[in-house]
């Protein structure tokens, strides 16, 4: 693109360590240490009629450098507001998003997959996943490579030259994916990203991420509605519920890392589930807002 100007402060993008995300109410950060419980993220839609959504309520979480959180619940319970709210698409209402020591605002360092995908329609596969590298100004010979590995990684070595229009949704998706990974952010949010995958596929892509996040350990929150996905990737899985947008619980999964494909049918792997999939029946019959209230 002729006379592109790269939005981004660097010109030539060198990654850094991995950061902590803190999701706390206001003027919070300089009470961090001292004996307090963090209250309030809070987000709202404003609706015509002057009505509101409540997106996100009463959120709040502590995430440390290199960890991986995966975000479970139902749909509209505000998984991808939160998203958003990490990576500066979106100011919180009440409270704060603090990342490293820093507001977040969207760049190189924050990888993000988007729900709908979002890759660029006149933009070839390639040209899609090396974007943010081009914006970044890593030089070509350099970037051409981080791509082909990234294509490779996620099976589409032989698609680089086509166009989104011509990729399957699971295909586009996975080009989202080594996109996000491709600037080697030390953020990265990544909003149900397996969820157009054939199951065997989506298998393979769940260890794929694991592997290249494990050379990295960029900081990970992970949306998933797979209780299965959400404990073979993560070092706690937060479950989220609908009205009031809230975190209800947290579950730490001690699993040891490296994690293979045979943890799926370990004891603990196996109780894990259990304990989450009950959390998750419970928020859905236990809430008199829910269709499904008192059943089961
Ligand atoms: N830009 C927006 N304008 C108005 N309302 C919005 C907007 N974005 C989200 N909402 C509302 O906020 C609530 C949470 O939406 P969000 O997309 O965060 O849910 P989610 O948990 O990601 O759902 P899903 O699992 O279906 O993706 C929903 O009620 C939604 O309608
Ligand atoms: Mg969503």
Known sequence: MPGWISPWPTKCWLPSAPLPIWILPTGDRKLRSADHRPQACRKSFGRPGGTTTTAVADFSLDIAPGEFVTILGPSGCGKTTLLRLVNGLLKPDGGSVTVGDRTPVPGPDMGFVFQSFRLIPWATAERNVGFGLELAGVEPVRRKEIVARLLDRVGLGRSASAYPAELSGGMKQRVALARALATDPSIL????????????????????????????????????????????????????????????????????????????????????????????????????????????
């Open 189 to 296: 949010l990544l909003d149900e990203p397996f969820a157009s995958l054939d199951a065997q596929t989506r298998e393979i892509m769940q260890l794929e991420l694991l592997h290249l996040w494990s050379e990295r350990r960029a900081t990970a929150l992970f949306v998933t509605h797979s209780v299965e996905e959400a404990i073979l990737l993560a070092d706690r899985v937060v479950v989220m519920g609908a009205a009031p947008h809230s975190l209800r619980h947290i579950v730490p999964i001690d699993l040891p890392r490296p994690r293979r494909d045979e943890v799926r049918t370990s004891p603990a792997f196996i109780a894990l589930r259990n304990e989450l999939t009950g959390i998750i029946r419970a928020l859905i019959t236990e809430d008199p807002n829910s269709p499904f209230f008192n059943r089961g």
